[in-house]
């Protein structure tokens, strides 16, 4: 393959030896991960041979998940899939199909939780594109989502079951709880928050922050009303930024001028959606548990004018798995018509994360010339109709040979 593997050092665990030549596994994905993939590596290869001057290139190697692999493995989610991406370190993915109400769990779960990739982390910026905020040029975000704790786990039961109901009647005759609380044809899921889970995530928002020149981490929860599983969460941040590590660097809302350090608060769930529109610019970096994530991060997307643009990671201790942050879109499958901007911003994360920053801004650079010439995908220029303003409608594979043209 003519490729070399990328490692993850022995003395810091976030930091990774990179060769000029890394091998980078990519799965393509569901639906329009058909279009979206190809165009992807396109993007990248260009960005890399331009930043570079050819001294460094990726090294491709196609590993399968979901459909893909159901088709050519029998298995959804084959062992050697995981193994590749463990050995290679760092892959890239399209989106995978979840099925509703049954049928195999999610995969972008699985492989989470498989390959503890213990941080969803969302980059949420304005570049360019049509936006339903005043002044989306406010935004810019980073959001962490805890991937291995919280509701998303998948303990639950199903209502009706002799499994839940003998799960009822312990907890209304041992642990005491009020019948009326949980009703007889209740469906129960179970919603564990763990300290150790959660520091070493707040642990890396604050490195990250502290790498990346941030001015504000906020940790974002329902500690109101979920005290032992939200409210522990939120102390238990408070802890790691009073470690040795942190204090230096942070100084804590309400107890002295930044001077110099990052600002380090905390913000009640519901708030917090409303600030993220009222009170832009007073948020950076943002920590948050699993469900919480899900919905902020979606929110923000949708604030610089949805999930066309938004590009997504799943970290863990070295290992990173970076992802198109939506969904399969199986009816334009194959048509060269969906916009690939979140698989390219996606790739444009993982050269980052990779060292490999000129590339990344080649990347960034040439999606913000692009759309500054209202060149986009079908949904980049509806957005702009609305708006009155003309566009220029491309498809899937020639957005990405307008990007490097403009890079």
């Known amino acids: 393959m003519n490729g070399e593997k990328i490692r993850i050092s022995n003395i810091f665990p976030d930091e990774l030896i990179v060769p000029n030549n890394p091998i980078i596994t990519y799965i393509e994905g569901d639906g329009i991960g058909v279009d979206i993939t190809p165009a992807m590596i396109e993007v990248v290869d260009s960005a890399v041979k331009k930043a570079y001057?050819?001294?460094?290139?990726?090294?491709?190697?196609?590993?399968?998940?979901?459909?893909?692999?159901?088709?050519?493995?029998?298995?959804?989610?084959?062992?050697?899939?995981?193994?590749?991406?463990?050995?290679?370190?760092?892959?890239?993915?399209?989106?995978?199909?979840?099925?509703?109400?049954?049928?195999?769990?999610?995969?972008?779960?699985?492989?989470?939780?498989?390959?503890?990739?213990?941080?969803?982390?969302?980059?949420?910026?304005?570049?360019?594109?049509?936006?339903?905020?005043?002044?989306?040029?406010?935004?810019?975000?980073?959001?962490?989502?805890?991937?291995?704790?919280?509701?998303?786990?998948?303990?639950?039961?199903?209502?009706?079951?002799?499994?839940?109901?003998?799960?009822?009647?312990?907890?209304?005759?041992?642990?005491?709880?009020?019948?009326?609380?949980?009703?007889d044809d209740a469906g129960i899921g179970i919603k564990p928050a763990s300290e150790y889970k959660t520091k070493r995530h707040v642990r890396k928002a604050l490195r990250y922050a502290i790498k990346n020149n941030r001015r504000v981490v906020t940790v974002m929860h329902k500690g109101n009303i979920q005290k032992f599983t939200d409210g522990a969460f939120r102390n238990w941040a408070y802890e790691v930024v009073k470690e040795d590590e942190f204090k230096d660097k942070f100084v804590i809302e309400g107890e002295g001028e930044a001077d110099g350090k990052i600002l380090f608060n905390d913000r009640?769930?519901?708030?917090?959606?409303?600030?993220?529109?009222?009170?832009?610019?007073?948020?950076?970096?943002?920590?948050?548990?699993?469900?919480?994530?899900?919905?902020?991060?979606?929110?923000?997307?949708?604030?610089?004018?949805?999930?066309?643009?938004?590009?997504?990671?799943?970290?863990?201790d070295g290992y990173a798995v970076f992802e198109a942050t939506h969904g399969t879109a199986p009816k334009y499958a194959g048509k060269d018509m969906v916009n690939p901007g979140s698989l390219i911003l996606s790739a444009a994360f993982m050269l980052e994360y990779i060292g490999w920053k000129e590339a990344a801004k080649l990347i960034e650079d040439g999606i913000r010339n692009t759309l500054k010439e209202n060149i986009g995908t079908y949904d980049v220029i509806r957005e702009l109709s609305k708006l009155g303003i003309k566009g220029y409608e491309v498809k899937c594979s020639e957005f990405a040979k307008e990007i490097i043209r403009r890079m």
């Open 53 to 183: 001057a050819g001294k460094k290139r990726i090294v491709w190697k196609e590993v399968y998940a979901g459909q893909k692999a159901k088709r050519l493995k029998n298995d959804y989610l084959p062992e050697e899939t995981l193994y590749e991406i463990k050995e290679h370190v760092v892959g890239i993915k399209g989106p995978m199909e979840t099925p509703v109400g049954g049928g195999i769990r999610s995969l972008n779960v699985a492989l989470r939780q498989l390959l503890d990739l213990y941080s969803c982390v969302r980059p949420v910026k304005y570049l360019g594109q049509p936006s339903p905020l005043r002044h989306p040029e406010q935004v810019n975000y980073v959001i962490f989502r805890e991937n291995t704790d919280d509701i998303y786990i998948g303990v639950e039961w199903q209502a009706n079951t002799p499994q839940v109901k003998k799960l009822i009647e312990f907890l209304r005759k041992e642990m005491n709880v009020d019948a009326k609380k949980i009703p």
């Open 268 to 316: 009640i769930a519901d708030n917090m959606f409303q600030q993220l529109l009222t009170r832009t610019a007073d948020y950076d970096v943002i920590v948050t548990q699993n469900l919480n994530g899900d919905y902020l991060s979606d929110e923000a997307a949708g604030m610089v004018g949805g999930l066309g643009f938004a590009p997504g990671a799943n970290i863990g």
